[in-house]
């Protein structure tokens, strides 16, 4: 693959499509080559490939002999015969290679505490946990619950339950005790861990009430302890025979700990995703290949450099962002990072630019969404600040529209730093497409291109590839390390969501093009999954929560284009009789919204609710979405004569 010629990036150069693109920056383009020859080796034996990036990326206990088991597709097993410790190759390896003091984790308090804590001090940390755990009965295989805030406890805690051979399953602290509770039951959870509350826009907000209003419900009985890290101050419920605190725990737990060595396919995390039928599904994630595209994927598309780079990720930890380059993926590579609890403008707009001034943050890594909201908010914010340390921009979590990379790059790259827009999955692991710079130019919104190991075609309707500036389905052809083993406790559910549509191919729901040069640009879910701010959120599931509402006879969401969010939530509700009576709708809506609030999370309230006396249907009954999302971006209604009754979308459009 040649390296385009250097011209200043400023000036536009157009792609085949007529797309803005730009070349490598200068610091890049050293980099080509050794881009270029990891394509190369993966072209020749993709197995093999992924076999010498484990060997140099981590450290085996027990070095496999074999790469890759794909009889019993579509389950894998990767390096199955090999063993490995998660936590030590994130923490005590490096210590011993003499990088103890090396700051792993800055962290910044929303209220504006800070700590900063070394790899020794991490990995100190992390084995006084580890025997925590053990004290309250937690083993191989057990499963922990995790629902905090955006604190360094949160990682330590992930990190122990590696450690020890258990498997976490974190939950994002702003879901509802309903949806905690449905996560608890399914994992079959031994432990939860939690925080009396966590710092958000300036004010705590509750954890531990959550926790104990979950496990008030059916399927919880195998929860034996919660442990509680004192974070908010906020006073809790306190039962004596199952709650204890954090501090007090750690502080009797012995504080040295020598790691076991466990088995490459030995169970790491279950991360639970929204699903069509409206019931989460356990997503499976094993050790030995996860940390081996976690560790790679970070250190090549990010080129890494741990003994000068400050890498920030600000994804919280119950996302798989969040677990993959927040925590396994830069402590895999030993790299310093910032932690913050907050959000982007509290306590005043520029929180995030401060940040990246105040540590000299070389690599930012975040979501479109973001990106949106500084652009609303102005750019004589981050125009304020030097930001002079940006070296490399990364974008996550959704497609990003050109206008928004275009901003990203000028304002705060300053016109000079490279953009990486990354498309992967809770189902993938690790990132599957991503510019690399160095090696093409970069195209505003484009994911661009399958990294070296990885098989990713967009096919049409009959499976078969289609050829470039055609469009259709995004699938991977071939096996990869960090991919999903299964559904917790669920495997004809994995095979049935991921596999059956295209037979032999991983196809989650993505539409995607391929434009004259043969990149591929991501345009959405083509299912009824919604990505919101980059959370994956199910119609199915608001629309239960919807018609658990007593007023609430029936529903139908869709997600719709939203400049900020990516995609917003908008439904449709038709009342009961009783509720319909002399209603005031905007009251209705306030409640129905707070509703879905309370029974999924703040992220799932709907940016609209739109109180209708029908819903668009077939003679047959089946709910005509497409119209719907027709009318909620403000389009022209689409053909409506398939419809039991035509002029219901005249009357929703007039609602709107």
């Known amino acids: 693959m040649s390296t385009p010629t250097q011209v200043d990036p400023r000036n536009e150069d157009h792609g085949a499509d007529g797309d803005r693109t730009f070349p490598p920056s200068p610091e890049f383009v050293a980099d080509a080559v050794a881009h270029e020859d990891l394509h190369e080796a993966a072209r020749q034996d993709r197995p093999a490939f992924w076999g010498e990036q484990a060997r140099t990326l981590l450290d085996w206990r027990t070095p496999f002999t074999k790469t890759l088991d794909w009889s019993g597709a579509p389950f894998a097993k990767w390096f199955d015969d090999g063993t490995l410790n998660v936590a030590e190759n994130c923490l005590d390896r490096h210590v011993r290679a ?78 509802s005790a309903e949806s905690l509770r449905a996560r608890i039951e399914d994992a079959g959870a031994k432990l939860v861990v939690t925080a009396d509350g966590g710092w958000r826009r300036g004010a705590v907000a509750a954890l531990k009430p959550a926790v104990d209003e979950a496990l008030q419900g059916e399927g919880t009985d195998s929860v034996e302890r919660v442990l509680v890290v004192r974070r908010g101050g906020n006073d809790v419920a306190w039962d004596d025979d199952r709650d204890l605190w954090w501090h007090d725990a750690f502080a009797q737990a012995a504080p040295e700990h020598e790691a076991q060595a466990f088995p490459a396919e030995n ?227 994995f095979v049935e969501t991921y596999w059956d549509r295209f037979p032999g191919r991983y196809f989650a729901g993505d539409g995607a093009r391929l434009d004259g040069e043969g990149d591929i640009w991501v345009q959405g879910r083509v299912d009824d999954v919604m990505n919101v701010s980059g959370h994956r959120l199910s119609t199915a599931e608001i629309e239960s929560a919807l018609v658990g509402h007593e007023g609430v006879a029936e529903a139908a969401v869709v997600g719709a284009a939203d400049e900020t969010t990516g995609q917003a939530i908008v439904a449709f509700v038709i009342l009961t009789t009783e509720a319909a009576e002399g209603v005031d709708r905007d009251a209705v809506a306030a409640e129905l919204r707070a509703w879905v609030g309370t029974r999924i999370g703040a992220i799932a309230k709907p940016r609209q609710i739109v109180i209708v006396p029908e819903l668009p249907k077939t003679r047959s009954g089946k709910i005509m979405r497409r119209l719907l999302r027709d009318a909620a971006e403000g389009r022209r209604i689409g053909d409506t004569t398939t419809l039991a009754d035509p002029t219901i979308m005249a009357t929703i459009a007039e609602l709107m």
Not at 140 to 157: F, K, S, W
Not at 357 to 369: E, I, K, N, Q, R
């Open 267 to 493: 169970p790491l995390f279950i991360l639970y995703t929204s699903g069509t039928t409206g019931k989460p599904k356990g997503i499976v994630h094993t050790s030995g290949g996860y940390l081996t595209q976690a560790s790679y994927t970070h250190k090549n598309v990010f080129d890494m450099h741990p003994e000068k780079d400050v890498y920030w990720c600000t994804a919280d930890i119950g996302w798989i962002t969040g677990h993959s380059y927040v925590v396994y993926g830069p402590l895999a590579n030993g790299v310093t990072q910032v932690l913050y609890e907050g959000t982007p403008d509290e306590p005043k707009p520029g929180r995030w630019w401060d940040i990246v001034d105040s540590y000299g943050v070389t690599v930012l890594y975040t979501a479109p969404t973001a990106v949106r909201a500084a652009m609303k908010a102005g750019r004589q914010i981050p125009e304020a600040r030097s930001l002079a340390s940006l070296r490399l921009l990364g974008s996550v979590g959704e497609p990003i529209n050109p206008e928004a990379w275009q901003w990203y790059r000028q304002v705060i790259g300053h016109d000079r730093t490279p953009i990486v827009d990354t498309w992967w999955q809770t189902e993938t692991g690790a990132i599957m497409v991503s510019a690399l710079p160095g090696v093409t130019k970069l195209k505003p919104g484009a994911a661009q291109t399958p990294l070296p190991g990885i098989v990713a075609e967009i096919v049409d309707e009959d499976g078969h590839r289609v050829d470039p500036g055609g469009s259709g389905y995004l699938t991977i052809a071939e096996p990869w390390p960090s991919m999903a083993r299964g559904i917790w406790n669920d495997p004809e559910r």
């Open 98 to 175: 003499g990088n103890g003091d090396r700051v792993a984790i800055h962290f910044e308090g929303a209220p504006g505490d800070t700590r900063r804590i070394t790899y020794a001090e991490l990995t100190a940390d992390v084995q006084r946990a580890a025997n925590m755990l053990t004290d309250l009965g937690v083993t191989q295989g057990d499963r922990v619950v995790v629902y905090m805030p955006l604190i360094p406890e949160a990682v330590v805690t992930m990190l122990a339950v590696a450690r020890i051979g258990a498997v976490h399953s974190v939950v994002f602290g702003g879901f």
